[in-house]
């Protein structure tokens, strides 16, 4: 009957953020303003690293495909959210719920990898600057970001089709504003016990993994910041990590708040205002 119910589900409700039509109305407008912010800003940085030869460089190689992957993600959630914050039926098709899971988990785990990356060129730049160039070659770069894009692809392979594979006969209705696997685990009637339990391995090597990189990298790159002896060094040296540290922990502290933690912990409430810090806001830095 649990299989029979779960091929006959067509579409999911999203409860969205807010309830009453005046906080839809203000959420729209703010959140319209971040995504247009989003796009032009890392489209533009896109178009600017590739106009400029100076820019072409293995740290912007970097960032222009962290602003590619801002814009894709960005753009897998926050489109819907709008639409959803006027609509009155916040719908979405089972296939499109699964598609929006696809692409958001492929690319957070890509993004992922690529701070790790960051981290790693930001390290070799500052520690070993003399081979900066022969580590760091374009033929590396490339194979680096690729390997981080066919990483997350088949990371998010193994995630949606363990989601996708749930028999959901309880309810269709997601407490949360985009297809997410916590919100939808709610909703199977089967155990999922371990489903989660894959899904947390698979979370916890890709982020516990890019974390150990990003740490180590950080902590040579700190101690070689306090033996430099020359003030300015330190100052573009600190300059130069300091935004990048900003977006690496409010990215890693909201995810791994997400995923990592036991589900009996889980909080609709909560875990709505950690979601949108990086779906949406996060992506804009």
């Given amino acids: 009957m649990a299989r029979k119910n779960y091929t006959l589900l067509t579409e999911f409700i999203l409860l969205g953020l807010a309830d009453t039509r005046e906080q839809q109305v203000f959420l729209f407008f703010f959140f319209s303003v971040i995504y247009t ?20 460089t293995p740290m912007y190689f970097f960032l222009a495909n962290l602003s590619f992957v801002d814009v894709c993600y960005s753009s897998t959630i926050t489109p819907k959210m709008l639409v959803d914050l006027l609509s009155e039926k916040k719908s979405i098709s089972f296939a499109g719920c699964f598609l929006q899971m ?14 790790g990356l960051m981290a790693h060129d930001c390290y070799v730049a500052i520690c070993n600057p003399l081979l900066y160039s022969l580590i760091m070659s374009r033929m590396v770069c490339l194979k680096m970001a690729a390997g981080a894009f066919t990483a997350g692809l088949l990371n998010s392979v193994v995630n949606t089709s363990c989601v996708s ?26 155990d999922t016990c371990l489903h989660e339990s894959i899904l947390s391995t698979f979370a916890g090597v890709n982020m516990v993994g890019a974390l150990l990189v990003i740490l180590t990298s950080y902590c040579y790159i700190l101690f070689s910041i306090f033996r430099m002896h020359v003030g300015e060094g330190k100052r573009k040296a600190f300059s ?8 690496i922990m409010l990215f890693y502290s909201t995810s791994i708040y997400t995923y990592l933690r036991p589900s009996s912990s889980y909080s609709l409430t909560q875990d709505k205002v950690a979601s949108v810090f990086y779906t949406v806001v996060i992506p804009m830095l």
Avoid: Q, W
């Avoid at 696809?102 to 701070?115: H, V, W």
């Avoid at 130069?240 to 977006?247: N, W």
């Fill in 37 to 56: 912010v989003t796009v032009v800003g890392n489209v533009g940085m896109i178009l600017l690293i590739r106009a400029d030869s100076r820019l072409h």
């Fill in 240 to 247: 130069t990590c300091a935004s990048h540290l900003t977006a």
């Fill in 102 to 115: 696809y692409f958001f988990i492929a690319l957070a785990t890509t993004e992922c990898i690529l701070f």
């Fill in 165 to 190: 594979s749930l028999p959901f006969c309880s309810s269709n209705i997601i407490h949360h504003f985009f297809c997410d696997s916590p919100p939808l685990f709610k909703l199977s009637c089967s």
